[in-house]
């Protein structure tokens, strides 16, 4: 059985730097082909496609966002992290992550809600 | 970057009815499209990837059609718990990009 489950901060303010947890079982990161992304939509609004990254460690980041975002795994390939720095109020989002393969993203976290504000 | 223009925005359909969603690309995408859904408070579902593959446990009422720019999300015989919001997303070309959404009410 796939799951996903993200975890965060909550709350933090303008200018901090979120981080991010995305914890899953029934499948292995080390597999080839698979991949972990992440994606986010503000309360709402629709879905924006954030970072990925796959089993051999490459990673894969949306342009618009690209200086902002970090992704990377633990070595035990049973957790995926996303920093995104210097966060504003635009960045108040439900942050999801999911697996995917081959482009598909096809089981996805419960979603944790992140809320910039001072 | 691959625009997806999806419409309409908000569908009211009676239960027995055809739903029909639109997306389109600004990029030749193949057949690389995805069609999720999303039920209030909920994660999207994948309901149908690329090459208008039906996801496993997906009711055959869900189908879609397209290739290169033009793509269409069917529902036939809508049911009440087929309520929420879809959205479309290509999965061409980095950044993989969702469509607006569409709304679906049912009477």
């Known amino acids: 059985q796939v799951t996903l489950k993200e975890s965060g901060p909550g709350m933090l303010q303008p200018s901090k730097t979120l981080s991010l947890t995305c914890s899953f079982s029934?499948?292995?990161?080390?597999?080839?082909?698979?991949?972990v992304s992440w994606i986010r939509q503000p309360s709402g609004k629709s879905l924006e496609w954030l970072a990925a990254?796959?089993?051999?460690?490459?990673?894969y980041y949306n342009p618009s966002l690209k200086s902002r975002l970090t992704v990377s795994k633990d070595t035990s390939n049973t957790q995926v992290f996303l920093k995104i720095t210097s966060v504003d109020i635009a960045d108040t989002a439900t942050y999801y992550c999911?697996?995917?393969?081959?482009?598909?993203?096809?089981?996805w976290g419960q979603g944790v809600m992140v809320t910039v504000s001072s | 970057e691959t625009t997806v223009t999806q419409s309409p925005a908000s569908l009211s359909m009676a239960v027995g009815e055809k739903v029909s969603i639109s997306c389109k690309t600004s990029?030749?995408?193949?057949?690389?499209m995805n069609w999720y859904q999303q039920k209030s408070g909920e994660a999207p579902k994948l309901l149908i990837s690329?090459?208008?593959t039906l996801r496993p446990g997906v009711p055959s009422r869900f189908s879609s059609s397209g290739y290169g720019t033009d793509f269409v999300f069917t529902i036939n015989n809508v049911l009440l718990g087929d309520e929420g919001i879809y959205y479309c997303?290509?999965?061409?070309?980095?950044?993989?990009?969702f469509g607006a959404g569409t709304k679906l009410e049912l009477k």
């Open positions: 999911a697996r995917t393969i081959a482009a598909i993203s096809d089981y």
């Open positions: 029934g499948f292995s990161l080390s597999t080839s082909g698979m991949v």
């Open positions: 990254i796959d089993w051999d460690g490459d990673k």
């Open positions: 990029t030749d995408i193949d057949d690389d």
């Open positions: 690329e090459g208008n």
């Open positions: 997303q290509q999965s061409d070309n980095v950044p993989y990009t």
